[in-house]
């Protein structure tokens, strides 16, 4: 059965055509990581909050509940300057998700059997 895969990366002040491009480059990085493919679940929010709804609120909150059905986490490059991302990094570790993250030079990684070279 393919593993479910939730994608945490930065959005604020990028365009919707960022965001996508770095999804899709995220994945690709997560696939040689995990060195299988994955079923990603599609976490951009393009609908508008509730009225008088906190924007980055309603949507981490959204993003932690598709994050709760992953099997594997990944922390897209730059997810350490985003709040939302370093709660939803927080959450991943308080909870037992697997996750790794692309800290740029180096790697973080919590995956049981998958290691870095």
């Excluded at 990603?40 to 981490?60: E, Q, R, T």
């Excluded at 939803?88 to 996750?99: Q, S």
């Excluded at 800290?103 to 070279?117: D, L, Q």
């Amino acid at each position: 059965m393919m593993q479910k895969l939730f994608i945490s990366q930065p959005m604020k002040g990028k365009t919707e055509e960022e965001i996508k491009r770095e999804r899709e480059d995220a994945l690709k990085f997560a696939k040689e990581v995990l060195q299988e493919d994955v079923e990603l679940i599609d976490s951009y929010i393009a609908g508008d909050p509730p009225k008088n709804a906190d924007m980055a609120l309603w949507c981490l909150g959204r993003s932690l509940a598709m994050m709760s059905e992953a099997d594997i986490v990944c922390f897209a490059k730059g997810w350490d300057e985003a709040r939302g991302c370093k709660i939803e990094h927080a959450c991943a570790v308080a909870y037992g998700k697997p996750y790794f993250a692309d800290c740029g030079e180096e790697m973080e990684i919590s995956i049981p059997g998958v290691e870095t070279e």
